[in-house]
């Protein structure tokens, strides 16, 4: 593909209209998003109804997502972060600076790599067991976890530099990176699980085979002639000022992503201590089904902030109101919808899990509770992605940090004692609403200043 052509797509950002802008660019990354999903899903679905064990299985690795969470967090800082960056700095002119941002992202994700690998196989038992672990399901969560952590470096490349295909406005090539490891996973799954007897075993080898595929993909085409911004050894040498950069604006969807597996710690330690395991594989089923409804919001949310960061880098100010209207109001509309058919139907969706009576009883109850305040929660959703989009990393992050650490963390340390297990339960939609409240007033009284030639001008 000539440079002239691959000009051409990017500049249409600037141009076409946004219905068709938001078809090319969300539609490919909405389907990557929930492809991408079906990798733990799947996982937990066919371990969940593994004979005579399904549910201690599904608790055991359901205990593991603090860690496996914790490790993606990193590729945040990337794909939310680096990313957006790179648009701006392409909406601006400056290719060759885009592509620095991208070489100091791949060297950053290796540097974690190493880094998180050493850590977690150093500790993982004490940390499982800290975690909501118990010597019934220890053995399950550490037969999973031992066998993902050698795929670290695949998650972390694929989760993180894919987000450099979409804002080049080839969001169709990003969505075969994780279309091709999640159809792999998808096969793989029951024949490791079953087909070799390998348990839960069979379903961590199934994802790391399956992210190594996707990750391959994605850096064989970052390397290819097909891409404007090409990892270039050159440019992979870190540099402290586009390091601040990246990191100012990928701390908040860091944040955002780490602090869910500590939410996840606090949360299965408190079930596991006022209710026991049933309560444990209960916040794994409804975890699951919130990351299922989150899936195609998040694939919105991709496709439309390189839009957006693009026109603002170019000053188009206009068209960046109507792209984050769009943006906000859908993301309103899609969560209410999605989180009313679960306080409905929550049965229903435990069913998916586990054929354990008193689990889906359990879920069926408590998943109400547990969901109420997403009704509102898609507010914050639009409006997070927006300020990212805008290069507003200071409120992003304190929008993060309010829900996640001042509310949600210690109202689940707190609720116990005066509710006994609900609190556990009811830590999350009270923190959801004040959070998602917090994001719309914040939104209504910083957006006007921050779509202004002078701010755009302030972003380095």
């Known amino acids: 593909m000539s440079e002239t052509k691959t000009m051409t797509r990017e500049e249409r950002m600037a141009a076409d209209s946004i ?70 700095w392409l909406g601006k002119g400056d290719r060759d600076h885009a592509e620095k941002i991208l070489g100091n992202s791949v060297s950053f994700l290796v540097i974690c790599t190493v880094l998180l690998m050493a850590f ?81 075993k069979g379903a961590a080898t199934a994802t790391v085979i399956s992210q190594a595929l996707s990750s391959a993909w994605v850096v064989s085409f970052l390397l290819g002639k097909k891409t404007s911004l090409r990892i270039r050894g050159s440019c992979m040498r870190l540099e402290r000022g586009i390091l601040v950069s990246v990191f100012s604006l990928g701390i908040s969807p860091f944040i955002m992503n780490a602090t869910e597996s500590f939410i996840s710690i606090v949360l299965n330690h408190g079930l596991q201590v006022y209710g026991g395991d049933m309560h444990v594989g209960s916040l794994t089923i409804m975890q699951s089904v919130m990351q299922l409804f989150s899936a195609p919001m998040n694939g919105f949310t991709q496709g439309m902030v390189p839009i957006i960061s693009y026109n603002y880098g170019a000053k188009n100010f206009s068209r960046v109101k109507q792209l984050y209207g769009w943006l906000i109001g859908l993301c309103f509309g899609f969560r209410f919808l999605t989180t009313m058919t679960a306080m409905v139907f929550p049965r229903f969706y435990a069913g998916f899990f586990t054929n354990e009576a008193e689990l889906i009883a359990l879920t069926g109850e408590m998943m109400p509770v547990f969901m109420a305040g997403m009704l509102i ?84």
């Not at 409240?437 to 030639?453: D, H, P, Q, R, Y």
């Open 19 to 88: 219905g068709r802008l938001m078809v090319s660019m969300t539609l490919p990354a909405i389907l990557a998003q929930i492809i991408n999903i079906l990798y733990s899903i799947i996982d937990r679905i066919y371990i969940g109804h593994m004979e005579g064990v399904g549910a201690n299985a599904l608790t055991g690795v359901g205990v593991t997502f603090c860690i496996t969470m914790f490790v993606s967090a990193f590729s945040a800082f990337i794909s939310n972060g680096a990313a957006p960056l790179a648009a701006i």
């Open 120 to 200: 977690f196989y150093a500790f993982q038992e004490p940390l499982l067991y800290m975690f909501g672990a118990s010597d019934v399901t220890i053995g399950y969560a550490m037969d999973y976890l031992s066998i993902y952590l050698a795929g670290t470096l695949f998650v972390e490349l694929a989760l993180g530099l894919n987000a450099f295909i979409i804002c080049q406005s080839q969001a169709g090539t990003a969505m075969l990176s994780v279309l091709i490891g999640a159809v792999a996973n998808i096969v793989l799954d029951p024949i490791f699980i079953f087909g070799f007897h390998m348990g839960v």
């Open 377 to 460: 929660f898609g507010l914050q959703n639009g409006i997070q992605p927006t300020f990212l989009a805008l290069g507003q990393a200071r409120i992003s992050l304190f929008i993060a940090v309010l829900r996640k650490i001042i509310l949600l963390i210690p109202l689940a340390v707190i609720l116990p004692h005066f509710f006994g297990v609900m609190g556990v339960y009811y830590a999350e939609p009270v923190s959801d609403v004040i959070s998602a409240v917090t994001a719309t007033v914040l939104f209504l009284a910083n957006i006007k200043k921050i779509l202004s030639v002078e701010a755009v001008d302030k972003i380095r």
